[in-house]
């Protein structure tokens, strides 16, 4: 890459790229409240170390950030666990459905990585138990999790879209059964409800391209803000963040986005995508249609067009 990349002609060349495939892919309505949000949206950010952030389309426009959140969640139980979370949820890829209960049975309620639903409800339900227990955090595991987000976006308008979270409660049986699953090994600990009303609020944050590529810009600097200069965790912890995001950030679709992009990134059933320059930046990019797996189809498109453009990748 170039030390003064064009930005301008990079995000326009990123633009031009997707705008003929605008509207493709199926909006996620399993969950009702997001059935109605508009295919055509398309937004992206690129916020870089040095504070510039450079950004086009709907960028600031709040969509729901469900599986990304699961990055923040795993960041915060890794702050206050260590390494003693992985004895209930593993890392490795599952190659299965974001939502799939198959490998549970076999693997002792264990599920494969924090990154997939069963995943990420274990890593919830450790914070629940924690906050729960903690009379100093009165806002429980979700306000821990506006907090980092509002406090590294610099954006305290971040916030559960209560709405969104109804929604999902109402149609949630798979992640019911998942939850009860893995509490009949032992896996999911104390009140189950409070856990999944957690995890379904986590998943309704509205956020925008904007605010999140700029809350995670620390996951490209191992660990610490590059702007602020704030640590928010340890440079051995954000390395494995990143390798968990690389290798299972997008369920059975992980394979194909670590070949056609290249960098750690984790998608969400709402249609954005976060991912992560190590040295760089991050990229936070946005459009509702998904393909088979639950990943931004759009997304991916100009994902890969900024890469070609940057030479962005960890294989360099
Ligand atoms: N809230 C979604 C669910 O649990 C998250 C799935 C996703 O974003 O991939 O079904």
Known sequence: MTDSPDWPNIMQ?????AKPHFGSGKVADYIPALACIDPHKFGMTVALGN???HCIGDTDEAFSMQSISKIFTLALALQIYGDDLWKRVGREPSGSAFNSIVQLESEKGIPRNPLINAGAIVTTNHLVQHYSENSAHP????????ALLQDQAGDKSIAVDEAVAL???ETGSRNRSLAHFMSGFGVVQGDIERTLSSYFRQCAVAISCRQLARAALFLAFDGCDPVSGKRVLSSRRCRRINAVMMMSGHYDNSG??????????KSGVGGGILVVAPGY???ATW??????AGTSMVG?????????????SIFV
């Open 287 to 292: 459009s509702p249609g998904l393909n088979e």
């Open 281 to 283: 930046g991050t990229v």
């Open 300 to 312: 991916a498109i100009a994902l890969e067009e900024l890469v070609r453009k940057t030479g962005w």
């Open 167 to 169: 929604s999902e409660s």
């Open 139 to 146: 806002q429980g595991a979700v306000g821990q999790l506006l």
């Open 51 to 53: 504070g510039e952030m």
């Open 256 to 265: 194909d986005f670590a070949y056609r992009i290249g960098l750690p990134g």
């Open 13 to 17: 060349a990123v633009h031009h790229s």
